[in-house]
Nanobody, 122 residues
Framework: QVQLVESGGGLVQAVGSLRLSCSASGVILSINTMGWYRQTPGKQRELVAGITSGRTTNYAESVKGRFTISRDNAKNTVYLQMNSLKPEDTAVYYC????????????????WGQGTQVTVSS
């Protein structure tokens, strides 16, 4: 089994910065895509940023130029550097790992973290 653990959320003032991290634990050969989604009450969970094993990235239009996603393949860890934060960035941020190759079962699986709260004050 694989587990994702997120950290780095918290309270920050507008235009401030936070850095989120998420590490996958377990016996893992590779992870195709890692990324971050966010969700606020009453809204659909939306993609914030994703990154492939080859480090190809994509971002939601609302965060382009402000957020940067990166990963350390050796550590099975993904990061989200969030700069110039706005109150509308307030949400629960969820880490995801998709296309995770489990060495024990020789199979691919998708996983989600439990979420970390990011609150940006106005």
């Amino acid at each position: 089994q694989v587990q994702l653990v997120e950290s780095g959320g918290g309270l920050v003032q507008a235009v401030g910065s936070l850095r989120l991290s998420c590490s996958a634990s377990g016996v893992i050969l590779s992870i195709n895509t890692m990324g971050w989604y966010r969700q606020t009450p009453g809204k659909q969970r939306e993609l914030v940023a994703g990154i492939t094993s080859g480090r190809t990235t994509n971002y939601a239009e609302s965060v382009k130029g402000r957020f940067t996603i990166s990963r350390d393949n050796a550590k099975n860890t993904v990061y989200l550097q969030m700069n110039s934060l706005k109150p509308e960035d307030t949400a629960v941020y969820y880490c995801t790992a998709q296309g995770v190759y489990d060495v024990v079962t020789s199979s691919l699986y998708d996983y989600w973290g439990q979420g970390t709260q990011v609150t940006v004050s106005s």
